[in-house]
T-cell receptor
Framework: LAKTTQPISMDSYEGQEVNITCSHN???????ITWYQQFPSQGPRFIIQ???TKVTNEVASLFIPADRKSSTLSLPRVSLSDTAVYYC????????????FGGGTRVLVKP | EPEVTQTPSHQVTQMGQEVILRCVPI?????FYWYRQILGQKVEFLVS????????KSEIFDDQFSVERPDGSNFTLKIRSTKLEDSAMYFC???????????FGPGTRLTVT
């Protein structure tokens, strides 16, 4: 199971782009990088998943360099409602399909 | 959009009592999970369930815990004799296949006094 490291917290302002970088130096060849979002007193919510290069959906973009030792979640033009904890996961197929959450990055969007 | 539901939203119980937390996963999903989050701490995996049996369980999921899918819609977590340290938010999740894209419910806050 790849250990992930991400900033504990980040502050931003409405309308800005927020980039959260996660390092996963020992990610295995077959493992995907997965990001979840959690609002206070709610369950985690899947945001995006990728293997390499760039993945984009209606919520975020995920950039993964060729060596896959890190990844960056990009949230375009954040609003106050994007204030949440963002988790980077590198779940291992060898460990089954359970999700192992770390401490996440607490993003605070200010007006 | 279909979603996972959980009842009750908040359960208060006394130490030593049995509690059953209920979840209704998304209807066409086949994989079911329970996670918990102690206040201010990480989300922790408890158990996964597929084809009417446990696929995997964590060290937390000891003999005091059990899961059941009593009918085609409900998925329950039972704690036989609650302890103070069982106080946490319990999240149910489901997925249509083996996937890291799991759909979480809103959680049940369990308070053991």
């Amino acid at each position: 199971l790849a250990k992930t490291t991400q900033p504990i917290s980040m502050d931003s302002y409405e309308g800005q782009e927020v980039n959260i970088t996660c390092s996963h130096n020992n990610i295995a060849t077959n493992d995907y990088i997965t990001w979840y979002q959690q609002f206070p007193s709610q369950g985690p919510r899947f945001i995006i998943q990728g293997y390499k290069t760039k993945v984009t959906n209606e919520v975020a973009s995920l950039f993964i360099p060729a060596d896959r030792k890190s990844s960056t979640l990009s949230l375009p033009r954040v609003s106050l409602s994007d204030t949440a904890v963002y988790y980077c996961l590198a779940p291992s197929k060898a460990a089954g399909n359970k999700l192992t959450f770390g401490g996440g990055t607490r993003v605070l969007v200010k007006p | 959009e279909p979603e996972v539901t959980q009842t009750p939203s908040h359960q208060v119980t006394q130490m030593g009592q049995e509690v059953i937390l209920r979840c209704v996963p998304i209807s066409n999903h086949l994989y079911f999970y329970w996670y918990r989050q102690i206040l201010g701490q990480k989300v922790e995996f408890l158990v996964s369930f597929y084809n009417n049996e446990i696929s995997e369980k964590s060290e937390i999921f000891d003999d005091q815990f059990s899961v059941e899918r009593p009918d085609g819609s409900n998925f329950t977590l039972k704690i036989r004799s609650t302890k103070l340290e069982d106080s946490a938010m319990y999240f149910c999740a489901s997925a249509p296949a083996i996937s890291y894209e799991q759909y979480f419910g809103p959680g049940t806050r369990l308070t053991v006094t």
